[in-house]
């Protein structure tokens, strides 16, 4: 079909062709400035942050290169000097960790002190472990309470940590898109921070409300910054990943016992080497009635309760 | 067009078993060798065993204890030596006495004040008092040597590093030994976590 | 007959599709308009989400899902309700819903592009979404249900879009389809919609720590309700398309669907009952979640208002629509379809996904109200969703009503 030339036309574009021209680029603009906020945000997105490969991928020279830009982008944003060393797990070694229920006094500095070696958000008082009161001959978490603030312990209440429970049958680790976490050989469940999406799947699936998402960018003062890190465990997290109690591992792979425990005034965390029959953690499981929380729905945990009577 | 559906259904329920297969129980192993400890427990001492507090402080700012048998020897405390708390009147008196139903002379040896003895009538130093405190509170001392009473600082594997652990008595007062109430560090401070109130239900 | 040139015959389809895309009404214009800036407001709320971390949600680590999760849910299952106009087109051969069924198949487009912003605007980072693309990131299949979910939805995006696209690129060009080229994905396409939903549904009830949704009538429950709202979208929009296209057909889609949905709607509350009934007899701690929901729990019932609301409206929708003046009265059938549609969207987002997390796994009552930003990126992806749809039937109706047509290069 072939018309007349047409008068309003220059070059073959209409005068609403012209219009729609202006309209689109109006709207690019408009969209370019919606979008606006995200170009200040830089955490992580220079380009060898961008393309970082899964820590299970990354070789002894790769992730000497990954520790130092951690190492320095530290210093930048947070001003402290910190080492950040890639730890191993040992052999022959898996982890264990009891609780005794008739020593807990519900104090919570193990809480505290999981806060402070961890490099928590000061704001929002993070820490990877709960305290809850719960009621004398019950162990229904629905009468716990992890709000309270009176003095502690008050009489016809128990006090019952929690914390990640290290899963040997992890619905955590199943459900991840990414494999961003994953159970080390020596029980530890790990997470990957510059791995993880932030898909939050985790965080629905852990029965025992073990993890943790960073809903902003956590804030430390310098001088509280724990310099003493490693990739897997107490190194400042960024925003938008989740996170997670992981036993210390950057004390606990070196011997060391883990921070919550060190902090406990009674003694009731008990901790050790579960392949180790003199460890302190089997003297436990061998003389102790022991429990573990949910035990229906088949984690299999590495956290075990006990009463001494 | 039905063989299509047929082999994509197929190769669904391999995908699904192979899901059940990949999802291998964790092995935790086999026992291994206890590692040999290389380094020991420290067991901390509390200062002022054997010692009463005087309201003199020394050069250091330190207060000043005095043995026992600094007042004791000089038979202060009559004939017959007190046996229960509130039988002392002139000296001791700040001391709260709260531990079940033993009497002083049940630790105290009335012959010598600056040892402690045991329920046969043994001598005790005051630096052993833990294992006066073992002869009636067995399961808690065992469980004190197995780890899991009175916490401790230091190494979970004993080969790599030493241990420090606190004494019965810088947490149980001898006198007054329930450990003490204390207020607990802030609750956990989540966005839009409040604190629950005791309502009734169910 | 001259062979057809897709060199030169593609390019001018697509040269059509966006010439229609941006030809139109004043009306067309303003519409176009006024979504356009529901969609720059909802991407410039999340583009201060990235920058500022999700603390501006009201999400928490008790409910670390809220409305951007409730409404993916809700609308895989709208994307998979399309299946009920494939299904009486190409099983029992309704010659009239066939003639309108691509419709359907359009809007499961729009809705799965949808429910993929919306799982972005979910992610806390979203600049690490190629983690998950098999053989560059690690893609954690067949374990991780939510790399099922991305396998199928994307799969159905793309079996609905070649399949839309090969009918009206053929139907552009004037050549009769070849039937080996579309109906081996049309008959996919029935099984991958059932597929979609239910994997959704499985990403929940697999879940053993989350006992409101560890349940086996929950994948059934999201069929049946995806079944109501698809269904009820399409009845509306049909009689839109009707009267603001040229496009011409009968009432006879609308009334199969109104069929379908006599079944399904009352499907959807038999379900739901079945699910009341077991936590509420049962008691214990199955129930806490649902009594949260219902009647509020310890002082807390932000979410009771909305469930009876959507039981209201769900219910009164099925009485309206099994009444026979919804056969006649098309303001009658299509107050009730809007009634279910709203109903079902409740029902998904805040009456399901919201109360799994509420009490919390260590029973912590924690509720979950959404900020302005939140509304304002679903408001945002919601109108995105509902500009492509514009566009693509824009592009569409044309072709089918034959006014588009391809120039052969030999014709004149």
Redesign the interface.
């Known amino acids: 079909m072939s018309e007349a030339p047409n008068p309003d036309t220059v070059g073959g574009l209409t005068r609403r062709d012209a219009v729609k021209a202006f309209g689109a680029t109006l709207g690019a603009a408009a969209f370019a400035r919606a979008l606006a906020p995200l170009s200040e945000w830089k955490d992580g997105m220079d380009f060898d942050s961008f393309v970082q490969k899964h820590y299970k991928e990354l070789g002894p020279n790769d992730m000497d290169v990954v520790l130092r830009r951690l190492e320095k982008s530290t210093k930048e944003e947070y001003g402290a000097d910190v080492e950040i060393r890639d730890i191993k797990p040992l052999d022959?070694?898996?982890y264990g960790y009891?609780l005794?229920l008739s020593?807990c006094?519900?104090?919570?500095?193990c809480?505290?002190a999981c806060h402070i070696e961890n490099n928590h958000d000061r704001?929002?008082?993070g820490?990877y472990i709960?305290?809850l009161e719960m009621k004398q001959g019950s162990i229904d978490l629905e009468h716990g309470?992890?709000?309270?603030?009176h003095?502690?312990?008050q009489p016809n209440r128990y006090y019952m940590p929690v914390q990640c429970q290290q899963c040997?049958?992890p619905p955590c680790v199943?459900v991840c898109p990414v494999q961003a976490t994953w159970?080390e050989k020596d029980?530890i469940v790990v997470i990957d921070y510059n791995w993880c999406i932030g898909c939050r799947y985790c965080e629905a699936a852990c029965p025992y409300h073990a993890r943790r998402f960073n809903?902003a960018k956590p804030e430390i003062p310098a001088e509280e910054v724990n310099p003493v890190q490693a990739y897997l465990s107490n190194r400042i997290r960024p925003q938008g990943v989740v996170e997670k109690c992981h036993f210390c591992l950057h004390r606990?792979r070196?011997?060391?016992?883990p921070a919550c425990?060190?902090a406990?005034?009674?003694?009731?965390?008990?901790?050790?080497?579960?392949?180790?029959?003199?460890?302190?953690i089997r003297?436990?499981l061998a003389?102790?009635r022991v429990f573990v929380l949910k035990e229906e729905l088949g984690t299999?945990p590495r956290f075990f309760y006990f009463f001494?009577k | 067009?039905p063989s299509?559906?047929i082999k994509?259904f197929c190769f669904l329920v391999a995908?699904?078993l192979?899901?059940a297969c990949?999802?291998k129980?964790?092995e935790?192993?086999?026992?291994?060798e206890?590692?040999t400890p290389l380094f020991g427990t420290k067991i901390l001492l509390p200062s002022g065993l054997g010692e009463v507090n005087t309201s003199m402080t020394n050069a250091r700012g330190e207060v000043v204890g005095v043995r026992c048998s600094t007042c004791h020897s000089m038979e202060l405390g009559g004939d017959v030596p007190a046996r229960k708390a509130e039988e002392l009147k002139d000296f001791h008196k700040d001391m709260k006495f709260n531990h079940g139903t033993l009497d002083c002379q049940s630790c105290h040896n009335p012959k010598d004040r600056d040892t402690l003895r045991l329920a046969n009538g043994d001598s005790l130093a005051f630096a052993d008092t833990m294992q006066l405190c073992a002869q009636c509170h067995g399961?808690?001392m065992r469980?004190?040597n197995?780890?899991?009473?009175?916490?401790?600082?230091?190494?979970?594997?004993l080969?790599?590093?030493p241990r420090v652990r606190n004494s019965c008595m810088h947490?149980h007062d001898v006198h007054n030994p329930a450990?003490p109430?204390?207020?607990?560090?802030?609750?956990?401070?989540?966005?839009?976590?409040?604190?629950?109130?005791e309502?009734h239900?169910? | 007959m001259p062979r057809t040139q897709h060199s030169l015959t593609y390019p001018q389809f697509l040269l059509h599709a966006l010439r229609s895309a941006t030809d139109g009404s004043k009306f067309f214009y303003a519409w176009m308009t006024f979504l356009t800036a529901l969609v720059l407001v909802g991407a410039n709320a999340w583009a201060h989400q990235v920058n500022n971390g999700m603390?501006l949600t009201?999400m928490?680590?008790?409910v670390s899902w809220g409305l951007y999760i409730s409404n993916f849910t809700f609308l895989v299952g709208l994307a998979a309700g399309a299946v009920m106009m494939v299904i009486p087109a190409y099983l029992f051969d309704d010659h009239e819903m066939h003639d309108v069924v691509i419709l359907g198949e359009l809007l499961a487009v729009a809705a799965l592009v949808m429910c993929i912003m919306f799982v972005v605007a979910d992610l806390g980072r979203p600049d690490r979404v190629w983690h998950m693309i098999p053989g560059i990131g690690r893609f954690n299949w067949?374990?991780s249900m939510l790399t099922w979910d991305v396998l199928v939805l994307n799969g159905y995006l793309i079996i609905n879009a070649h399949v839309a696209g090969y009918l009206l690129y053929t139907r552009f060009i004037g050549k009769k389809p070849n039937p080996k080229w579309y109906?081996?994905f049309v008959?996919?396409s029935i099984?991958w919609a059932v597929s979609i939903h239910t994997v959704t549904a499985f990403l929940y009830s697999g879940l053993g720590g989350r006992p409101f949704w560890n349940t086996a009538i929950l994948a059934p429950r999201f069929l049946a309700s995806a079944f109501v709202s698809g269904p009820a979208f399409v009845i509306v929009s049909l009689q839109i398309i009707r009267r603001m296209t040229g496009l011409k057909f009968g009432d006879g889609p609308m009334m199969t669907l109104l069929k379908i949905m006599r079944v399904t709607v009352v499907l959807n509350l038999f379900m739901l009952a079945a699910e009341v009934f077991t936590q509420f007899y049962t008691?214990g701690a199955h129930v806490t979640s649902a009594q949260y929901l219902y009647f509020g729990?310890?002082?807390k019932h932000a979410l009771v208002p909305w469930i009876w609301t959507a039981i209201f409206l769900n219910v009164t929708a099925a009485i309206m629509l099994m009444t026979p003046k919804a056969k006649t009265n098309m303001a009658w059938l299509n107050t009730a379809c809007v009634m279910t549609f709203i109903g079902v969207w409740i029902e998904k987002g805040m009456g399901l996904i919201i109360p799994g997390f509420i009490p919390s796994t260590l029973h912590?009552?924690?509720?979950?109200v959404p900020t302005l930003l939140e509304w304002k990126v679903m408001v945002g992806i919601w109108a995105a969703g509902i500009l492509i749809y514009t566009l693509l039937l824009k592009a569409a109706t044309p072709i089918l009503t034959d006014k588009a047509r391809a120039h052969q290069a030999d014709e004149d």
């Open positions: 022959g070694v898996q009891a005794n020593t006094i519900g104090c919570r500095k809480a505290e704001a929002t008082g820490s709960r305290v309470d992890s709000t309270y603030e003095p502690v312990p040997d049958n199943h159970k029980g809903w606990t070196e011997g060391k016992q425990l060190e406990c005034p009674t003694g009731a965390r008990v901790f050790g080497n579960l392949l180790d029959p003199n460890s302190d003297k436990v003389t102790k299999r001494d | 067009m299509l559906l994509t995908c699904a192979a899901s990949n999802n129980e964790f935790v192993g086999e026992d291994v206890s590692p399961p808690q469980n004190y197995d780890g899991s009473h009175g916490g401790m600082n230091g190494y979970w594997d080969s790599k590093g947490c450990f109430i204390a207020s607990p560090v802030f609750a956990p401070r989540d966005r839009f976590l409040t604190s629950e109130k309502t239900h169910e | 603390a009201g928490s680590d008790q067949p374990i109906l081996p008959f996919l099984a008691g729990l310890h002082g912590e009552l924690v509720e979950y």
